[in-house]
């Protein structure tokens, strides 16, 4: 293995760990409780910046394959879907649509875009 493959695969390596530890964020946010003093606007602004960059930072790391800051969403993603079948499987009125839009499509969305910023901003620098 040459030294420039080996370079790709732990950026690779790193990226991924990236992402599986910012969805661990993802899945903490969603189940914890909020603090005394903590509003949910404030957690989601947290989050989200958190999101962003670990999302950008994989983009940064894996330019050529950007796309997999999607990995990042894995934790709102996985309860969203979840949340999703259940309430599909049980039927009945469902009052958190827009939680489950913000799971399963805001989360990912914003996880493609930042990696895309990412990939965009290691691009400047190389130039």
């Known amino acids: 293995m040459n030294a420039r493959r080996a370079t790709r695969v732990l950026a690779t390596l790193l990226a991924v760990a990236i992402a599986l530890a910012v969805g661990v964020i993802g899945l903490w946010a969603v189940f914890s409780d ?9 957690r989601w602004l947290i989050v989200g910046l958190i999101y ?23 934790g709102p993603l996985a309860i969203g879907l979840l949340g999703l079948a259940t309430r ?27 990696g895309y910023l990412g990939r965009k901003c290691r691009g400047l620098q190389a130039q």
């Open 34 to 42: 909020f603090g005394p003093n903590e509003s949910p606007t404030a």
């Open 52 to 74: 962003a960059a670990g999302a950008a930072a994989v983009g940064a790391l894996v330019p050529q394959r950007w796309y997999l800051a999607l990995l990042t969403a894995w």
């Open 88 to 114: 599909l499987r049980i039927g009945g009125p469902f009052p958190y649509w827009s939680f489950l839009a913000l799971e399963i499509l805001g989360v990912p969305g914003v996880a493609l875009a930042f």
